[in-house]
């Protein structure tokens, strides 16, 4: 997911809608707004689809009012996969004595099920199947008087993934896990302020960067006193999602103080490296494997060319939650450029393997249209294991390396070569210059390595073995 907000401009919404179209990569099911206006209080518009069709018309924006807002671009993870109601949708709303507060969450709660069913005993009426429901009854419980002290004891009894931007009738807040698993970088806007998952969402509303927010801080921002920080939790090793790096964030976007693209970049140069093969083009599979083939070419000096365009106007398959439609999508997404393709031998380079369905069609696709050869790189290790904290990874007997060998899986596609990145490969091109440390590893790598730097509580309940 995406989230985003604004404190300290006229009209915050329609900053937040920009911010959110800018991380609508994130998600694409839904989005929501809420804001604060001295006058007309809160106010919150939540609806399905891309926020460049919901949230541009007059009649939404108009309900927006206030110089205070924050906003969310859904795709599903836990909780109702591929069946998304608007009740789901976020920023959440809850009304304490003190008055209310809105939040919108990036990651996944590992302990969700045990605190749902434990507040739920203890009365709370929850309206949503998110596990992010869950921080609004966590904070309605606390005893503290302020509304982030109150964030703060919610927090402090989530496990899991969680970058938070929540707002109160004054203050913007965000809040990252201890382990820093998701992104959320601050930014500044004239006199305002400005919270986004990441940097690209800053560019689009022509703020400056300031900093990431840290692991485990949390920064309270009011138009008098400015940012002040506070470390709530324990302190613990951060352990940024690697996946971010290699296919989640845009390509435009900074982490951890390096592009996105440039990674991406080296980690094409790493695989041409790792695993070269004689061939006669380096095509990308759009968009995500685009940064990654760049690499390859220019590390290979094989040429690099589109031999498969993609349709704009389509979604990424993989955000679209079912299966059957996800099957349909490939070629509605992509076709191969014929022209480039016949009688080539055919480098591919694609961001992940995942169920493998995608990657076989492409495959299809290009052997029909004449190709010679075809050969897989892909730009990430074998996804063996899934995410649990807010990447949506099929189960686990569905991830085609979960079961079979890297030769397994080239027989299973029917192509001439595949090859992954290296974990330590991937860590390099992340600009970890000696590797991974596998005593202590630098990021979180969970669906290439199986190690969970946070124990899925909820899952192993549900009888997931690590
Ligand atoms: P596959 O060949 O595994 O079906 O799909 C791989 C391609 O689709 C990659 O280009 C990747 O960007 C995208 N993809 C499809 N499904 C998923 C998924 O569930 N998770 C992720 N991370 N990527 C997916
Ligand atoms: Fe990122 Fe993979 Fe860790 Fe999920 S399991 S947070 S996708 S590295
Ligand atoms: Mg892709």
Not at 57 to 63: F, K
Not at 282 to 308: H, K, M, Q, R
Request: charged fraction near 25%; glycine fraction near 10%.
């Amino acid at each position: 997911c995406g989230v985003f907000g604004v404190l300290g401009v006229k009209d915050a919404a329609n900053f937040v809608a920009l911010g959110l179209h800018a991380l609508q990569h994130r998600g694409q099911e839904a989005g929501g707004i809420v804001t604060h206006d001295p006058e007309q209080g809160f106010n919150s518009a939540r609806r399905f689809g891309y926020v460049r069709d919901t949230f541009t018309s007059q009649s939404v924006m108009e309900t927006l009012p206030g110089p205070l807002g924050i906003g969310h671009v859904r795709y599903s993870t836990a909780g109702s996969k591929g069946n998304t109601q608007i009740r789901d949708v976020q920023p959440f709303f809850g009304e304490f004595s003190m008055g209310g507060a809105a939040i919108a969450h990036n990651g996944n709660i590992t302990n969700a099920n045990a605190l749902r069913r434990e507040l739920i005993e203890r009365g709370s009426i929850f309206q949503s199947s998110s596990d992010s429901e869950c921080i609004i009854h966590l904070m309605a419980r606390s005893l503290q008087k302020g509304i982030p002290e109150r964030m703060e004891d919610a927090l402090r009894r989530v496990e899991g993934a969680f970058s938070v931007v929540a707002m109160t009738r004054t203050k913007l807040i965000g809040v990252r896990d201890p382990r820093g698993v998701r992104p959320l970088v601050l930014g500044k806007l004239g006199d305002g302020w400005v919270l986004s998952s990441e940097t690209c969402a800053l560019d689009i509303i022509g703020a400056d960067f300031v900093r990431e927010i840290e692991p485990g801080e949390m920064v309270v921002i009011t138009e008098d006193k400015g940012v002040e920080s506070i470390f709530p939790f324990r302190r613990q090793k951060s352990r940024f999602c690697i996946f971010e790096h290699v296919y989640f964030s845009r390509p435009d976007s900074i982490l951890g103080g390096r592009s996105v693209y440039e990674t991406r970049e080296a980690i094409g140069r790493e695989l041409a490296k790792e695993a070269p093969v004689e061939a006669d083009l380096v095509c990308p599979v759009p968009d995500s494997g685009t940064p990654a083939a760049v690499g390859f070419a220019a590390e290979s000096g094989i040429p690099f060319g589109l031999g498969i365009v993609r349709n704009q106007y389509m979604g990424r398959t993989f955000i679209e939650p079912s299966e059957q439609i996800r099957n349909m999508g490939v070629r509605l997404k992509l076709n191969v450029n014929r022209a480039l393709i016949k009688d080539k031998r055919v480098i591919l380079v694609d961001d992940s393997v995942v169920r493998g369905t995608t990657s076989r069609k492409i495959k299809e696709m290009i052997l029909d249209a004449g190709a010679a050869e075809v050969h897989f790189r892909i730009a990430s290790p074998p996804t063996a294991w899934p995410c649990f904290y807010g990447v949506d990874t099929p189960e686990r007997d569905k991830l085609l390396a979960a079961t079979m060998s890297e030769d397994e899986m080239r027989d299973h596609l029917k192509v001439d070569s595949l090859k992954f990145i290296s974990l330590d490969g991937l860590y390099r091109a992340v600009g970890v210059g000696e590797g991974r440390n596998n005593a202590s590893p630098q990021y979180c790598d969970a669906c290439f390595s199986g190690e969970y730097p946070v124990e899925p509580a909820d899952m192993i309940a549900q009888g997931f073995q690590m």
